[in-house]
């Protein structure tokens, strides 16, 4: 496994694990937890390049997780 991107502000880490690139995000208000989703080899050559396109899909998972669903790892993946 090897963490490409580690965005603390934002809290969440794109990384590769056995030839599949996820992103990882930690969401939640009071009580907060990890959503791991899976990620094209596009885009993580796009987020390789532009952060910032990384931090929105990152924004964009933590408030509609339900559009990411078919995405989603469960167990979420915990990189560190």
Request: charge should be negative; proline fraction near 5%; avoid cysteine.
């Amino acid at each position: 496994m090897t963490i490409w991107i580690t965005n603390a502000p934002h809290m969440f880490q794109v990384f590769d694990a056995e030839q599949q690139f996820y992103m990882t995000i930690t969401v939640g208000g009071v009580a907060q937890y990890d959503v791991t989703v899976t990620l094209s080899p596009e885009e993580f050559a796009t987020f390789r390049k532009d952060e910032n396109l990384a931090i929105a899909l990152a924004a964009d998972v933590a408030t509609r997780m339900s559009a990411y669903e078919a995405r989603m790892v469960k167990p979420s993946i915990n990189p560190m």
